[in-house]
Nanobody, 118 residues
Framework: QVQLVESGGGLVQAGGSLRLSCSAS????????MAWFRQTPGKEREVVAA????????YLKNAVSGRFTISRDNTKNTMSLQMNDLKPEDSGVYYC???????????WGQGIQVTVSA
């Protein structure tokens, strides 16, 4: 069973930076993609950034493009999200997710809180 553990969240002032990391263990199948999702109260969980594990192509939600960078480190089985110039609307619980094929995300972390104060 794949386990995903997020770290690096917290409270930061607007304009500041945070780096989220997701550490994976227990893999028995090849990874297809990983992603960061965000959930805020009353809203559905939405994808913020994603990375294809084979060709390292990436996706960034328009609202974070130019401020966030998603990356992976195969040797350490980790994925990171560098978040710069943070805005209050970036606040939420961020979840790490992993997909073994293109059908959707199969494994999820427990989530980590990011709060950006104005």
């Amino acid at each position: 069973q794949v386990q995903l553990v997020e770290s690096g969240g917290g409270l930061v002032q607007a304009g500041g930076s945070l780096r989220l990391s997701c550490s994976a263990s227990g893999r028995t199948m090849k990874t297809y993609a990983m992603a960061w999702f965000r959930q805020t109260p009353g809203k559905e969980r939405e994808v913020v950034a994603a990375i294809n594990w084979n060709d390292e192509s990436t996706y960034l939600k328009n609202a974070v493009s130019g401020r966030f960078t998603i990356s992976r480190d195969n040797t350490k089985n980790t994925m990171s999200l560098q978040m710069n110039d943070l805005k209050p609307e970036d606040s939420g619980v961020y979840y790490c997710a992993e997909a073994v094929n293109s059908d959707g995300y199969d494994y999820w972390g427990q989530g980590i809180q990011v709060t950006v104060s104005a």
